[in-house]
């Protein structure tokens, strides 16, 4: 299985990007599928998440900025990101907690997007 992540950049504040991560391999299904950043020196953070049956959970950062969606027959995820502040600035990766066929439920890791905000 692989995660395949796209769409970061240089963006001044105020702009919008939008992240798309896209799940490929031997998958039977895609549970829930996330977005977490991580800064220069700081930990990994939750940014959003999403599950199968599309309810959502962002950090309190970035609500009412950044919207998450998915769409399921692509087994892909999106993260639409407005109002983009320097504070956003950050290695963006997706997960996601797929099933395989013999494996189980196990979560996968995308290779990270760099977003770059400008002041």
């Known amino acids: 299985v692989q995660l395949q992540a796209s769409g970061g950049g240089l963006v001044q504040a105020g702009g919008s990007l939008r992240l798309s991560c896209a799940a490929s391999g031997s998958i039977i299904m895609v549970n829930t599928m996330a977005w977490y950043r991580q800064a220069p020196g700081k930990q990994r953070d939750l940014v959003a998440s999403?599950?199968?049956?599309?309810?959502?959970n962002y950090a309190d950062s970035v609500k009412g900025r950044f919207t998450i969606s998915r769409d399921n027959a692509k087994n892909t995820v999106y993260l639409q990101m407005n109002s983009l502040q320097p504070d956003d600035t950050a290695v963006y990766y997706c997960?996601?907690?797929?099933?395989?066929?013999?494996?189980?439920?196990?979560?996968?890791w995308g290779q990270g997007t760099l977003v770059t905000v400008s002041s």
């Open positions: 999403i599950d199968r049956a599309t309810r959502t």
């Open positions: 997960n996601a907690l797929i099933v395989q066929s013999g494996s189980g439920l196990r979560g996968y």
